[in-house]
């Protein structure tokens, strides 16, 4: 800890010290207890991490709902827009501190990290305060009944104390995507971090301290989800509305917890998302696109593709191009520019995705590329690397093609006709994203509107604005969130009821 109490800064001899950070300061837990958090890239210890207690949860809770009742329940619009306008600046001037620990937790690569996710969590502040400012009226309703005549006033108020439980995949980008609409919309909350990665959201209280935010407002436990600070959350009286993003199965635990104490619950759950290739589409651009949904970040998004199905008489220069560009990935060290492979997240994670290569393997999967783990530097030897790999020849029901990997692989079949290719999109439990590749535009666009997945991209892949809605169908989700479908799950909305006579 550095000597004002704030996180400090992480060397290699030194990892960080995190603490939970509740009603506006970094506390200790009160149980005593720590656990670590490794950088995947090279093993190194990146921080030690208080374990939030069940009392500790509680104290946030209590200090959210104080702050909700207090300075910033009466607090004027403009004003709270006002002051997220000011977080999204302060992270800014702090890019690169911020970066430099999402990098260190995760093994993410510094170009994306610095330029790419740690700006668009300032922007999230930007765009809520902007919908804060204008998006929240509602139009006025007049009605003419037996019983009188009125005037309806449907408004917006907010929904209370709400909890987000965040991933680790993209660990900033998507707890601001909860926090910022949150507070937008006069809500307090308690943040919950992947145990994997508790940086970034933590070093997110010194910044609601630096740009005036009641303390209370933003308060973050530490810890891990079953019989932890994740669990203690959904289970606590004072939490009004829970923000889930994760596993599909842990959607489901947090779920039925949410639906005994009667809490509204948005749900962004895990994916197995199809690419539809047509054999009209531009080969160079849909190529190099459909790297980039497989390979990002080491495949650890829930929006990149694991299950690419191409017209036939394209098939097999498809795989080989993609081949190529899966051969040329550098893993290597995350804060040099030139890697273009990060790690998976953690030494467990990697477990699981070779138990995948194993599986295909047993089934007979055609190893197209990698299928193993890369031969690394001494310095990096020790993280969690996976070869970019590809697999032709499963059938749709090999467990491969069903399950989510969240690695940096893919299955491609061949197909003959645009039926078969819908069907095989469709064949899974999941339904989060999906592209389509074609130079029709109305064959691509009529293929996208039968395609059972929350968003479809045509000719391109992650191309997300964030005002347009996002979530899943099927087993990826309940509820939408992004720009004006966030209010409909941060607000409640009450109708004031004015009677004309
Ligand atoms: P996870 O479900 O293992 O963990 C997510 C969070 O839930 C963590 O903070 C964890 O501590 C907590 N948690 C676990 N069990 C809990 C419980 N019983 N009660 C309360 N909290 C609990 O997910 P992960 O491994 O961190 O993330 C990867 C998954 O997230 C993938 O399936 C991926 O597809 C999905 N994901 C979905 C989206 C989306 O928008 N749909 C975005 C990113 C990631």
Redesign the pocket.
């Known amino acids: 800890m550095s000597p004002d109490g704030n996180i400090t800064a992480r060397t290699k001899s030194s990892p960080r010290e995190i603490r939970s950070f509740i009603n506006g300061d970094y506390v200790k837990s009160s149980g005593g207890k720590t656990f670590e958090s490794r950088c995947p890239a090279d093993d190194s210890l990146a921080a030690v991490v208080d374990e939030a207690t069940r009392e500790d949860v509680d104290r946030a809770v209590k200090a959210a709902h104080a702050a909700l009742h207090g300075p910033w329940g009466r607090m004027d619009v403009a004003e709270r827009a006002a002051l997220l306008d000011r977080v999204a600046d302060i992270i800014t001037e702090r890019v690169d501190e911020f970066a430099d620990a999402e990098i260190s937790d995760t093994g993410k690569l510094i170009g994306p990290t610095l330029k790419g996710e740690i700006p668009r969590g300032a922007t999230q502040f930007r765009v809520f305060a902007e919908m804060a400012r204008t998006g929240f009226q509602m139009a006025p309703i007049a009605s003419e009944t037996p019983m009188g005549n009125a005037t309806n006033y449907p408004e917006r108020a907010p929904k209370g104390v709400i909890a987000a439980?965040?991933?680790?995949?993209?660990p900033f980008v998507?707890s601001t995507w909860k926090i910022a609409p949150a507070l937008a919309c006069g809500n307090t909350i308690v943040v919950?971090?992947?145990?994997?990665t508790p940086v970034t959201a933590t070093l997110l209280g010194d910044v609601m301290n630096a740009a005036g935010v009641p303390a209370g407002v933003y308060n973050v436990v530490n810890g891990?989800?079953?019989d932890s600070a994740?669990?203690f959350?959904?289970a606590h009286p004072g939490v009004n509305a829970i923000t889930?993003?994760?596993?599909?199965r842990?959607g489901a635990?947090?779920a039925a917890?949410a639906a005994s104490g009667i809490k509204d619950v948005s749900l962004?759950?895990?994916?197995k998302n199809p690419g539809v290739i047509f054999a009209d589409c531009d080969f160079d651009k849909a190529v190099a696109s459909v790297a980039a949904a497989v390979f990002h970040n080491c495949g650890q998004?829930?929006l990149c593709t694991e299950r690419l199905y191409v017209e036939r008489p394209i098939f097999n220069k498809f795989v080989e191009a993609l081949k190529a560009k899966a051969e040329a990935m550098t893993p290597g060290d995350p804060r040099n520019p030139a890697t273009t492979l990060s790690p998976l997240i953690s030494l467990g994670h990697r477990e699981k995705v070779l138990s995948y290569f194993e599986a295909a393997r047993k089934d007979g999967a055609t190893i197209v590329t990698g299928g193993g783990v890369p031969e690394m530097d001494e310095a990096f030897a020790g993280g969690a690397w996976v070869k970019p790999t590809i697999w032709t020849g499963l059938s749709e029901d090999s467990r491969v093609v069903k399950e989510?990997v969240?690695g940096p692989v893919c299955h491609i079949q061949p197909f003959d006709n645009e039926e078969e290719a819908i069907a095989c999109a469709n064949n899974s439990d999941y339904g989060?994203a999906a592209t389509v590749w074609s130079a029709d535009q109305n064959r691509a666009r009529r293929v996208a509107s039968q395609i059972e997945a929350g968003v479809v991209w045509v000719n391109g892949w992650m191309i997300r604005e964030l005002r347009s809605p996002?979530g899943?169908f099927k087993k990826?989700?309940i509820g939408r969130e992004g720009g004006e479908f966030s209010l409909d799950f941060y607000t409640e909305i009450r109708n004031v009821c004015v009677s004309d006579s």
């Open positions: 439980i965040c991933p680790w995949n993209l998507l919950k971090p992947s145990e994997e891990y989800g079953p994740g669990a959350l959904v889930f993003t994760g596993e599909t842990t635990a947090i917890g962004e759950l895990g994916g998004v829930c989510e969240f989060l996002f899943g990826s989700g």
